[in-house]
C-alpha cells in the first residue's frame, strides 16, 4: 500500500458532516410518517381487521429477517463502479433514488377495495404486504450501504461527535417534518385520498433531500484505494470470501455487537410503539378536545432539539458512549411513566418533552455506539465488512414494527378496541390505548438496559487499544 493511502483523509467538511446527515432526515422522515399512518390507515380507513393488520406488519418483519442480512452480505462485494465510485456509493444512489417512489405504492389502493373494505379484506391485506415489502427491498440496499459509510469516513472520536451531532439535528428534522407534515395535508383522517397526497409531497420532498445527500456519501479517493487494496490483499492471500452463513455465525460470536443491537431493538420497539399511538391517544384519550397531534408530536421534537448539547457535553465528559447511551435510556423512561396517567394535551406534551430530551440522547449516541462496535469487530476479524452487521441492525430495527403491529393487534383485539372513525371507545379500550403507547415501551427499555448493562464490555481503555489497532493494521 503507498504511504498516501495509509493515512487517513483530513476531516471532513462542515457541509460534507450536513449532506451526510441529510441521509438522516431521509430515514427519520419517512420512518415517521410509516409508523404512525400506515397501520392506522389500514385498520381504521380501509377497516382492515387488526388481526390482519398486525399480520402484514409480521409478514413484513419476517422478510427483513431475510432481506437486510442478505442484502448486506451481497452488496460488500465489489461492482464495476467501485473504481470509479467505491464500495457502497452506487448502492445508495440506486436503492435510495428508487426508494423515495415506493412510499406511494403503500398507499394507493384499489379504489374497489376502498369502497368496499368488508369483501376485501384479503385483497388489502395483501396490498399491504407486498407494498411494505417492496418499500423494505429498496430501503434496505441504500441505507445499510449508508450507515456502513460512517465508521470508515468519520475516524476518530472528535469527528464522530461532531458528523454524528450533525446528523442528529438534521436527522430530528426529518422527524418533525415527518410527523407534522401529514397533519396538515391529512386534516381529516377519515379522507382516504389525502393519505395518497401527503405520500405524492413526501417522495417529492425526498426526491431533493436525495440530491443534496449525494456529496455526502460519496467515498473519496483515499477510501476507494483502501478499499482496493483489501481486495488485492485478499487475492494475494488467497483468501475466499466468507460464506453468508459463516459470517452470519461470527457476527454473533461478537458479544458486544449482540449486546449493541439487542438494546437497539428494544428502544426501536419502545419509540415505534409509542410515536404510532400518539394519533389513537390524541382521537379515544382527549375526548372533548380537539383531535390533534401537532402539539404532542413538537414537545417530543423541542425535547430532543434542546437536548443535543446536553448529550454532547456529556459523551465528551465521561468519554463513553455506552455510559451515555444507558442514561438516556433512564430519562425516556422518565418521560413515558406520566403518560400512563396523563389525561390532557398539556400532561402529554410535558411527558413527551421529557421523552424527547432522552430519545435526542438516544439518537445522538447510536451511530458513534455502533461505530465503535463496528471497529472491534474491524480488529477481531481483520477486515471491514461492515455491510453485514448494518443488516442484522437493520434486521433486528425493522422487527420492532412487528412487536409494535402485534402488540396493538392483540392488546385491541383484547380490550374490544372498536377500528370505526370517531367513536367512543370503552373503558378497557382505552387502557388498551395506555398499554400499547406507555406501559409496554417502559418495558422494553428497561429490558434494554438490562441486557446492555450486563453484556457490553466496551470502556474508554478498551476503545483506546482498538483505534490504536486500526492504526496499526490501516483499516
Known sequence: MTETSSKNPSEPSTNIMLSYGSGKFLVEFFSAAFSVLVFKYYETNLQLDPLLAGLGIIIYSIYNAINDPIVGYFTIRPTRFAKKFGRRFPWIVFGCFIWVFTIILIFIVPSSFKTNPENHQFGIFLWMALSVCIHDTFFSIWELNYQSLFPDKFRGNNIRS?????????????????????????????????????????????????????????????????????????????????????????????????????????????????????????????????????????????????????????????????????????????????????????????????????????????????????DEVVVNTGKRNDGIYMGFRAFFGRLSYAVQASSFAIVHTLTNFDNRPNVDQSTPAQWGIRIHSAILPIIFMLLGVLIFWKMNTLNPEKMKVIHQKLDEMDL
Open 162 to 374: 461532531k458528523a454524528a451531532g450533525l446528523a442528529t439535528i438534521v436527522g430530528v428534522l426529518g422527524i418533525a417534518l415527518g410527523n407534522l407534515l401529514p397533519t396538515f395535508i391529512i386534516p381529516s383522517y377519515e379522507d382516504t385520498s389525502r393519505y395518497v397526497l401527503n405520500a405524492i409531497v413526501f417522495a417529492a420532498i425526498a426526491l431533493v433531500i436525495f440530491f443534496l445527500m449525494l456529496p455526502g456519501v460519496r467515498e473519496d479517493p483515499v477510501m476507494i484505494e483502501r478499499y482496493l487494496q483489501s481486495l488485492e490483499d485478499m487475492k494475494s492471500n488467497e483468501e475466499k470470501e466468507a460464506s453468508f452463513f459463516t459470517q452470519l455465525k461470527g457476527a454473533f460470536k461478537q458479544k458486544n455487537f449482540v449486546a449493541f443491537i439487542l438494546f437497539y431493538f428494544l428502544y426501536q420497539a419502545c419509540t415505534m410503539s409509542l410515536s404510532a399511538s400518539v394519533d389513537y391517544i390524541a382521537d379515544y384519550l382527549l375526548p372533548g378536545e380537539k383531535s390533534d397531534t401537532t402539539i404532542i408530536f413538537a414537545g417530543m421534537l423541542v425535547g430532543a432539539l434542546i437536548s443535543v448539547p446536553f448529550w454532547g457535553f456529556i459523551a465528551k465528559k465521561i468519554q463513553s458512549n455506552q455510559k451515555a447511551l444507558i442514561l438516556s435510556a433512564f430519562v425516556l423512561i422518565a418521560g413515558l411513566v406520566p403518560m400512563i396517567f396523563a389525561k390532557t394535551y398539556v400532561a402529554y406534551t410535558i411527558a413527551i418533552t421529557i421523552f424527547g430530551m432522552g430519545f435526542g440522547g438516544y439518537w445522538f449516541l447510536i451511530t458513534p455506539c455502533m461505530a465503535d462496535v463496528i
